[in-house]
């Protein structure tokens, strides 16, 4: 395969995530791990596998096509032991014993999801038709726990917001002993109803969502003690004042959750009582908004508080409320607790993201080297490491336990048909992290390069740094097609600490468009005769989408033509959870949101515009791409758009993920005269 064949690898790949071993968890002695694996890079079904962790060997415990499934294992759940493991394919309850490598069907009351296997190994619950559900591991005494009054309501299931912004992708948890849940009560009925069709296909009637638009109603949760025989306790809190759940579980020191305020400056943890009441183990408040942390809060096995606290520029990791991190080392994730020792993530260079842990008596250890981002999991004595670096975007996972040699969990990932080669760079005075792709062998004496800016740019995600991810590969591409392609993460992306991630509020389009330009007259200072600076794209997708069309609409004296993907252009359209904590609620700041209406800037149009758009994104929906084609259109501005046919916020379609960044490719150099 040659370089140009990237996007079709990608396709096939699926962004290389096909063939590489995910979900590691070992049993609870330590001597197997279990993970979920395809059996090539290509293969879209994903199996169910266990590592000896003595000898390394391997055993396939459930592939889904010997099943008779259609798609692969999405998830699992284990016991306390990690000998059973529950999980659905195509709505079927199954349940596998690790030791024997046996799989059998469990009859269900309807098609399942959000299953969880109980602590003990005796029942599963599940979520089928809205209602909480549990069965024995046998097929017998199948019920609901809890079934929905009216339409939209379901229990265990989480809301949109608590899934797609919050780390909280469960609504149902298990007590210890496997004699009742902690289940979450959504109620969607006041959140605003939106209608959903792809006009490519006619005959199908659109599909009905419930989305929390900025400044609206969200969801009414609200948590239940369910017991298996029968009882139903409502858990009390302030939900007027804390309407959002942001974290919930059941431990050995009893159920606790954490809640939040709508404005997001506080949140609570609160520990819950048999009779529902609730008392507060912890609060923190901030005058913009709370950080919440995939994994927080957690409990050790002593029952002593683990969470988080920004001091200074620093986001800590908190043990009973002490901080344990020094200054500098930003807390990213807390990947759990044994005993009373603490897994987590941690940044002293953004770029990079360590394995860490911290026990009382031996303090803080780091447990990974090298450059890259690392994470793993812990349990039993036996650690699995997870690398992501150059050359392996869907990184390598290496068994640890002592005593005993390393040992890899096999990927049968693809290897990039390219290698990324970005030069890191550090922009300016806010020493802004930047990486600049340049094509296979270029000379500065071979002529100044059109540049392609290819940032995301904004919160939530980074693009600059040592992992090595698919991104990179893409801005590698764009660069042996003859760009200088340059990546900058600006102000309020993640990894720099509290102050740079609140840089942005109140606005989130003018510091990261400076950042932008700045990132760009840096690195033509730094590199001088590199860049052309009168032949300058910007292309990006999503928060990326919107700032590429935002560049090209504020300072078309530097930006000369931009490829915006799956843009929001009307931030009133997005969700509350997202939007409220970076511009507050829009009936008390509307400055905020008009700061960042592209719709209303639309007039200022002057430069080449491609607008693509998945027709069923039910993340940044159809109608902001629209809106914005209709103000251009109005003001006689001429662009173009690419609508997408049964394309969500990420294409899937081989096709169409191959092909289009060929028609990227095509619009750039036509606009740039190339």
């Not at 390394?56 to 990690?82: C, F, K, N």
Request: net charge negative; charged share 25%; proline share 8%.
């Amino acid at each position: 395969m040659t370089t140009d064949s990237l996007p079709r690898q990608l396709a096939r790949t699926r962004r290389f995530t096909l063939g590489v071993p995910v979900q590691p968890e070992p049993t609870a002695d330590g001597a197997t791990v279990l993970f979920l694996r395809n059996r090539g890079g290509t293969d879209p079904l994903t199996c169910l596998w266990a590592l000896d962790a003595d000898s390394g060997a391997e055993r396939l415990i459930a592939d889904p096509a010997a099943l008779g499934a259609a798609t692969g294992i999405v998830s699992y759940s284990t016991d306390a032991t990690g000998r059973y493991v529950a999980f659905a394919l195509d709505g079927a309850l199954w349940l596998a014993d690790t030791r024997t490598a046996t799989v059998r069907p469990v009859t269900s009351g309807g098609e399942a999801e959000e299953v969880r296997l109980d602590p003990t190994g005796r029942r599963i619950a599940y979520v089928g038709g809205g209602a909480l559900r549990v069965v024995g591991v046998d097929g017998a005494d199948d019920r609901a726990l809890a079934e929905p009054e009216a339409e939209d309501v379901t229990y265990g299931l989480a809301e949109y917001v608590a899934a797609c912004e919050m780390y909280r992708d469960r609504g149902h948890w298990w007590a210890p002993d496997g004699r009742a849940l902690l289940v979450a009560r959504v109620d969607d009925r006041p959140v605003t109803r939106w209608f959903l069709a792809d006009p490519t296909d006619p005959q199908q009637p659109p599909r009905a969502l419930r989305y929390p638009l900025a400044g609206t109603a969200n969801a009414d949760v609200s948590l239940w003690l369910l017991g298996l025989d029968g009882s139903r306790t409502e858990v009390r809190w302030d939900r007027a004042a804390f309407e959002y759940l942001t974290a919930a579980d059941w431990d050995g020191h009893g159920p606790y959750a954490a809640v939040q305020s709508r404005d997001q400056r506080t949140v609570r943890t609160l520990a819950i009582e048999p009779d529902g009441a609730t008392r507060v183990l912890a609060e923190r408040d901030d005058p913009y908004w709370i950080e919440l942390l995939p994994g927080l809060p957690v409990r050790t096995g002593g029952g002593v508080l683990v969470d988080t606290a920004d001091h200074g520029d620093t986001r800590h990791l908190t043990v009973d409320g002490k901080h344990v991190t020094p200054a500098g080392l930003q807390l990213r994730s807390v990947l759990g607790t044994e005993d009373e020792q603490v897994l987590f993530t941690a940044s002293e260079e953004p770029t990079e993201t360590h394995l860490w842990s911290y026990e009382p008596d031996s303090g803080l250890r780091k447990l990974s080297s090298g450059p890259g981002l690392h994470t793993g999991v812990r349990r039993g004595g036996t650690l699995v490491l997870t690398t992501h670096s150059p050359g392996h975007p869907g990184g390598r996972s290496t068994v640890l336990r002592e005593g005993r040699p390393m040992l890899p969990l096999t990927s049968y990932a693809q290897p990039p048909v390219l290698v990324a080669c970005p030069e890191l760079l550090r922009l300016g005075p806010r020493e802004l992290r930047a990486a600049l792709y340049l094509p296979t062998g270029h000379r500065v004496e071979d002529g100044p390069l059109p540049v392609l800016l290819d940032p995301y740019g904004g919160p939530a995600v980074q693009k600059v740094t040592t992992g090595g991810l698919w991104w990179d590969l893409v801005s590698q591409w764009f660069a042996e097609q003859g760009f200088a392609v340059l990546v900058v993460d600006g102000r309020g992306t993640p990894g720099r600490g509290p102050h740079w991630d609140k840089t942005v509020y109140g606005d989130k389009a003018g510091p990261a468009l400076e950042d932008q330009i700045e990132g760009l007259r840096e690195t033509a200072r730094l590199r001088p005769g590199l860049l052309d600076l009168d032949r300058v794209a910007i292309r990006g997708w999503s928060y990326g989408g919107f700032l590429a069309a935002l560049a090209v609409l504020r300072r078309p004296d530097v930006f000369h033509a931009a490829s915006a993907g799956a843009a929001p252009t009307d931030h009133r359209l997005y969700d509350t959870h997202w939007q409220e904590r970076f511009l507050g609620h829009p009936d008390e700041h509307p400055e905020h949101y008009d700061s960042c209406d592209l719709i209303t800037e639309a007039p200022k149009l002057s430069r080449p515009l491609l607008l693509i758009q998945g027709l069923v994104d039910d993340n940044v929906f159809p109608a902001h791409t629209l809106r914005l084609s209709h103000a251009l259109l109005a003001a006689g501005r001429p662009h173009e758009v690419l609508p997408l046919r049964g394309a969500g916020h990420r294409p899937s379609d081989e096709a169409v993920v191959e092909n289009l960044l060929w028609h990227e490719l095509a619009f750039l150099r036509r606009s740039l005269a190339i």
